[in-house]
């Protein structure tokens, strides 16, 4: 019962994100991407959000809790947007980012390729008797080694620059419900988020990308599957708009 609550929290929350997507363009405030996102889940009927709306262009994208959402979405950025709608007690927790002209710069695109790939990483790793602890470290070598690929550091000790939280919290009652110790181990029946990210200043670039996944017997099952994350998705989706 629970998880079917999560599902709809999750599918109110994809159907929102798709009309933030269809209005965003240049010129916006990040405050009209978060009106759109916050009306449109309020018209499905949910509780609310499930935390205050995340909406940063360019370097507010690399700020973890940046809330203010007064700045332009300047064509040429990217904009962050974390956000979850609340259905029934439940929280969704989901962050997309979005090309604010409906195409990645070259640059943007090879780094959000590094954090999708920690991303969809973690979503073939995450299994029972797996701690939140092994998971970041996963997460946390994709990401060094993308960004060696990309020049910005040297070694993987330095990635820390670059990413700076943990790829995972539990979720449900609360966006970041009862937590276990970093070294208990996860049990079917549990959800966590999935969200690596990038945050380089210097570029004014900040990714992230987080699902939210169901731990199965011998697997996970990636709750938020159905929203877009692919890039040439999302640039087809906001051609075609
Ligand atoms: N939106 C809060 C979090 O992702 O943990
Ligand atoms: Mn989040
Ligand atoms: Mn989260």
Redesign the pocket.
Known sequence: DEVAQLKTAIEITDNALQYVMKHLEPGMAEYQAQADFEYQIMYQGADGT??PT?AGSGANGTML?YETNRDICEDGTLLLM???AKYQGYCA?I?RTYPVNGHFTQQQRAVYEVVLEANRTIAKTARPGMTLRELNDVCKKVLAEGCIRLGLIENEEEIGTYYM?SVS?HLGID??DVNTLENDKLLPGMVI?D?PGLYIDEWEIGI?I?DDLLITEDGCEVLSEQIIRDPDEIEGFMQNR
Request: without cysteine; charged residues 30%.
């Open positions: 499930s935390f995340i809790h974390d956000l979850g927790d962050t939280h919290h966006v970041h988020s969200e992230r987080e």
